[in-house]
Nanobody, 120 residues
Framework: QVHLVESGGGLVQPGGSLRLSCAAS????????MGWYRQAPGKQRELVAA???????NYADSVKGRFTISRDNAKNTVYLQMNSLKPEDTAVYYC??????????????WGQGTQVTVSS
């Protein structure tokens, strides 16, 4: 069974920084895309940033220049470095992976979510 475990959320003041991590574990054959989504209260879940197996990245316009996504393929881990945080970045952040498992085929997987709160 495949699991995605996130860490690194918390409370930070406006202008501050946080780094999120997400490690995938289980019967993984290969990981194609990894990324981060977020969902604020009363809003739909939205893509924040994504990175494919080749290292190509995609960012939401609202975070370009402030957030950086990266991955360590040897550790099956994706990171999100968030700088210059704003109150509107407050949300639950979810890790996503589109990967192939030895026993479950190729599917989308989600982490449990980690809260990021930006407030003074």
């Amino acid at each position: 069974q495949v699991h995605l475990v996130e860490s690194g959320g918390g409370l930070v003041q406006p202008g501050g920084s946080l780094r999120l991590s997400c490690a995938a574990s289980g019967s993984i054959f290969s990981i194609n895309d990894m990324g981060w989504y977020r969902q604020a209260p009363g809003k739909q879940r939205e893509l924040v940033a994504a990175i494919n197996i080749g290292g190509n990245t995609n960012y939401a316009d609202s975070v370009k220049g402030r957030f950086t996504i990266s991955r360590d393929n040897a550790k099956n881990t994706v990171y999100l470095q968030m700088n210059s945080l704003k109150p509107e970045d407050t949300a639950v952040y979810y890790c996503h992976a589109y990967l192939s498992s030895w026993y479950e085929g190729t599917n989308d997987y989600w982490g449990q979510g980690t809260q990021v709160t930006v407030s003074s």
